[in-house]
C-alpha cells in the first residue's frame, strides 16, 4: 500500500471516523487482447482488470471479480502480475494504444501523477453516488484538477511485526522508545537471533519504510511531505541526521536480508530466525491463518517526543485507463468494488488484516485488526508511504540510496549528493 490534499500531498490527523474510512501472469500484449475492442460500449460488455495482488490478497479480488460478474453488469477478466514488473510495468499499460481497462494501484499523489498525463478515466460521476464515504476519501481519490480518479477499497498500517510466542520464549517485551527499541534489540543480538529482518533482494522499497518512519519521527510529517514533494533537499542537515539515528540501528539487522526479498525475510521472521521486521499488514497474505493468530505488532517506536506522532496508513483501491474500450461496465465494476457488499467479502476472502475503505464496511473481528485500528486513530497525521507521497518514478531514487547507505553508511554525505541529484531530474521531468 487518509486525507489527501492534493495540491500539498497531506494527510491531517483523522479521527476513528476518518480512519474507518480508510479501514491496499499475462502481460500487457495478453491483456489487451481480453479487453473490448470497437464498436458501442455496452454496459455487460468484457473488460481486464490489471492486478499485482497475490497470495490471500488474490483470493479477495479474485471473489469480488466473480461476483460481479455474475451481476451481469459486466464481463471482468483478472490478469495478475508480480508487483516488481508491475511496477515498473504500468506507465506503459496506460500509455499503450489498447491498455487493460482497470489497475489495482495506490491513491493519492502516485494515482494524481498518472492523471496529470491524462491516463487516468474520469470517475466522477461514480463518485456521484458514493455518497456514503467522507471527504478524507473523495480527496484521497481527487486529483489536482478537482476530478475523482480513484476508488478505494481498503488501507492498512505499517509496524514492527513479531511473534507473541517467540516473544515469550525470549523473555522480551515491545519497546515504546527508541533507546528501549535499541535495548531490545541488544538482548536478542546476546541471544544469537538477528534482531531486525529485512527483505532487499527483489523488494528493495521495503528500505523506504525506515526513511519514512525514521523522517517522520525526527522532523515531522510537514518536512516529510515537503521533502517527498520536492520543496525541501535530501542533502538538507535535517535529512542527514535521520541517517544518524538510522546508524545505531544498523548493528542489528539481519545481514542475510539483502539478499532475498521482504516474502522470505516474512518466512524467516516467523521461523524465528529474525526477531522483529517491519513491514505492512500484507505481510499475512502469505502467511497460514493458525500463525496470523501468533502475530503481533508494536508502533515504531518515539524518538522525540516534541514531534507529533504520524503513521503510515497505505490506501489500496483502483482507477482506470482513459482509453477503456468499455467505460460503462469499467464504471460499473469501481461502483461495484465501493458497495460495502464487495469490501466486505474482500476481506472475509483475504487474510483480513486490512481496513475496508467503506465507512459501514466491518472489518475482521480480530485484536490485530482492533489494534492496528486504533494505532491509526490515535495518530496526529497519516501518510501513505515513500511512492504514494511522492510518485512512483521517485521511488528508484530512494531504492538506490537507501541501499548504498545500508552497505556504506560511511559514505552518506555523497550519497545524499546523489540523491538530491537525482531527485531533481524526477522533479523537473
Partial sequence: MSDFDPSRRRLLGLGLAG????SAGPLLSACASSASSGGTPTTGGPITLQSNLTGAAKSGLEKLVADFNK????NATLNTV???????????????????????????????????????????DVWQGLGDYTPAMRNVSTDETGKQIFVPMNNYWWGF?????????????????????????????SKGIPP???????????????????????????????????KQRFDDPKVKA????????????????K???????????LAGKTGMFLIGTFL???TAKDVVEDLDFFQFPIIDPAVPVAEEAPTDGLFASAKSANPAATKALLTYVASVEAQEAYVANSSGIILPAHPKAKAADMPLVAKGKAMLAGAAELTQFFNRDSSDALQPTADTALTRFIDKPDQIDAILAEWQKNAEKVFKG
Avoid at 259 to 269: G, S
Fill in 71 to 74: 451481476l451481469g453488469k459486466g
Fill in 161 to 189: 511485526f513479531y511473534r507473541k510466542s517467540n516473544f515469550a520464549k525470549w523473555g522480551v517485551q515491545p519497546p515504546k522508545t527508541w533507546a528501549e527499541f535499541l535495548a531490545l534489540c541488544e538482548t536478542l543480538k
Fill in 242 to 257: 535521520v541517517f544518524a539515528k538510522w546508524r545505531e540501528a544498523l548493528p542489528y539487522f539481519d545481514p542475510k536480508g
Fill in 196 to 230: 531486525i529482518g529485512i527483505g532487499l533482494g527483489d523488494t528493495p522499497w521495503v528500505a523506504s519504510a525506515w526513511f519514512d518512519y525514521l523522517n517522520i519521527r525526527v522532523n515531522g510529517a510537514p518536512f516529510h511531505r515537503e521533502l517527498l514533494a520536492g
Fill in 284 to 286: 499475512a497474505d502469505a
Fill in 19 to 22: 480512519v474507518g474510512a480508510l
Fill in 82 to 124: 508480480a508487483t516488481e514488473i508491475y511496477r515498473t510495468q504500468l506507465p506503459t499499460y496506460l500509455s499503450s494504444a489498447n491498455p487493460p481497462d482497470l489497475y489495482t494501484w495506490y491513491s493519492g499523489s502516485v494515482a494524481n501523477a498518472y492523471s496529470r498525463k491524462n491516463l487516468l478515466l474520469d470517475i466522477s
Fill in 259 to 269: 539478499a532475498y526479498p521482504f516474502q522470505e525475510a516474512t518466512t524467516a521472521l
